[in-house]
């Protein structure tokens, strides 16, 4: 998914396109109705879709990447309707997310027809940590230094390949591991093109503003952020709430 596809008639159009690979009754027609039909027609069509898809003998996952960018209510509305009536003996929905998405989670996770795979279950052991660093990229660390590597980076691949990137040709290994943090230029430059950029300015003050605490409440937020002067303002809860529900720099 990219920010240009907050358009519902883009999305339907490469969902149409996708599906048709495996489900080769989906007309092509169906593709020229898009750009017609009123958006009180789109659960019309994924309706169709959806029988088609049961009447196949197949089973497949169909993946949607980056889907913390879907902003648009209407493809929101088209998702969490698939989700409602997905044939599961032939499909899977795969949804993979910086952040928990405005869908029927909760509904789906007491009907246990959802599989989360989460930050914990995505970071490297130590053991995986010592194979990526010693034995795919060629170091040869000791077993304190992978400790401090996996306590620095929280098994964090991506910290994990800009230490790496670091590393090559540093003559004392231990000494920068030792210093590594998220202040190194590699992880700032990184974090401010793809994590911060993408945040609302009024999200960028508050990150900043509350950067020098180690801990923080609603409450101290409040007294540290003016957030009265922003065109929507808002509360140190909410803001947590949202930097939280957003994977963002915060561990309640």
């Known amino acids: 998914m990219e920010e240009?596809?907050?358009?519902?008639?883009?999305?339907?159009?490469?969902?149409?396109t996708a599906l048709q690979e495996i489900v080769p009754t989906i007309r092509l027609d169906l593709l020229d109705m898009v750009e017609g039909i009123q958006p009180a027609s789109f659960?019309?069509?994924?309706?169709?879709?959806?029988?088609e898809?049961?009447?196949?003998?197949?089973?497949?996952?169909?993946?949607?990447?980056?889907?913390?960018?879907?902003?648009?209510q209407l493809i929101l509305d088209i998702v969490a309707f698939m989700l409602d009536h997905i044939p599961t003996q032939q499909m899977h929905l795969m949804l993979i997310t910086r952040s928990d998405p405005p869908l029927p989670i909760s509904r789906l996770r007491v009907r246990n027809q959802m599989v989360e795979i989460r930050a914990d279950q995505l970071r490297f052991t130590p053991g995986e940590v010592a194979a990526f660093v010693n034995g795919e990229m060629g170091f040869d660390l000791s077993a304190e230094d992978i400790a401090a590597?996996?306590?620095r980076t929280e098994g964090w691949i991506a910290g994990l390949q800009l230490a790496v990137l670091s590393m090559q040709g540093c003559k004392d290994v231990p000494g920068f591991i030792s210093t590594f943090s998220g202040s190194h230029h590699y992880i700032v430059d990184y974090l401010a093109d793809e994590v911060l950029k993408r945040q609302d300015e009024q999200t960028r003050s508050f990150l900043l503003q509350t950067s020098i605490l180690t801990r923080m409440c609603a409450s101290l937020?409040?007294?540290?952020v003016d957030l009265?002067?922003?065109?929507?303002?808002?509360?140190?809860q909410s803001v947590l709430e949202s930097l939280q529900m957003k994977n963002l720099f915060i561990i309640p």
């Open 221 to 224: 937020c409040d007294s540290l």
């Open 53 to 72: 898809i049961a009447k196949q003998d197949i089973h497949f996952v169909l993946v949607m990447d980056d889907f913390h960018l879907i902003q648009d």
């Open 4 to 16: 240009s596809d907050n358009d519902p008639v883009r999305f339907l159009q490469y969902l149409l």
């Open 43 to 51: 659960q019309a069509l994924i309706k169709i879709l959806i029988n």
């Open 149 to 151: 590597m996996d306590a």
């Open 228 to 236: 009265e002067s922003a065109e929507h303002p808002l509360d140190g």
